[in-house]
């Protein structure tokens, strides 16, 4: 509870400046200002590790409980500055909140409420929420509608167990569905071919409607092929969709 803590003084005054010369670009250039919030279960498994927490939630559930409530509180409240700053979506990592770690019932246990004060909170201020997991959704999507997520990004169908028409299936009349491109085998290094083949996959697996067509993680590298497959993905998505 002593660690973390929000920014304030010189920190906040430089975060709040960042923000607004941010703003203005993002104004100008008609695109969302998004803000990228760390969330509860990802600073939890880089603070403690996830098998410490495992055996916590079975043998010390208190102990865990008072632990999602200290690192949620600030997880909240540097959303709470970023949406007082004017930012329109919020993305929140969820990369170690998934059933990849926890079980289902442990999810909604210790993960979900979490996760609707979170939505609610940047619903509020009219704002929209993303949230981030690329693997071992399947049981949990049920909770991401009942959340009231806007958008679940980062879907990778080259992960474990993700299976993108079931995840449409599943919650896509309600949520958007954001990624459908594996970043590394197709974009970074893969051939136009494999790309043109994912962009179709992706799209059909997840379109038509409530669908962006993005990359499932961050790309890494600067040089050919990845700049080339990237605008191959984005002159594909055009002869696909209009």
């Known amino acids: 509870a002593c660690l973390l803590q929000p920014p304030s003084g010189r920190v906040l005054d430089q975060f709040r400046s960042d923000v607004m010369r941010c703003r203005r670009f993002c104004d100008q250039s008609g695109i969302l200002l998004s803000f990228y919030a760390w ?9 403690s590790g996830v098998e410490p927490l495992l055996f916590m939630a079975v043998e010390q559930p208190d102990v865990l409980r008072r632990y999602v409530d200290i690192v949620s509180s600030w997880n909240r409240k540097v959303i709470e500055l970023a949406l ?7 993305v929140r990592r969820g990369w170690y909140e998934s059933t ?4 289902p019932s442990l999810y909604e246990q210790f993960f979900l409420e979490p996760l609707k004060r979170d939505v609610a909170l940047c619903h509020e201020a009219g704002a929209l929420f993303d949230y981030v997991m690329a693997s071992g959704t399947a049981p949990l999507l049920p ?4 959340a009231g997520v806007d958008i679940h990004s980062n879907i990778d169908p080259h992960a474990p167990n993700t299976e993108m028409k ?3 299936s599943a919650i896509g009349g309600t949520v958007t569905l954001c990624g459908g491109i594996n970043n590394y085998h197709v974009l970074e290094i893969g051939t136009e071919a494999e790309v043109d ?12 409607d409530r669908c962006i067509l993005a990359p499932s993680d961050v790309l890494t590298a ?3 092929p990845c700049e080339r497959n990237f605008h191959r993905m984005i002159e594909t998505w055009k002869k696909v969709t209009w």
């Open 39 to 47: 969330g509860v279960g990802d600073p939890m498994a880089w603070f």
């Open 84 to 90: 007082d700053c004017g930012v329109d979506l919020v």
């Open 100 to 103: 990849d770690f926890w079980s």
């Open 143 to 146: 909770f991401f509608a009942k």
């Open 166 to 168: 079931a995840i449409k």
């Open 197 to 208: 083949r994912a962009v179709h996959g992706a799209i059909e697996a997840l379109g038509p």
């Open 222 to 224: 600067t040089a050919q």
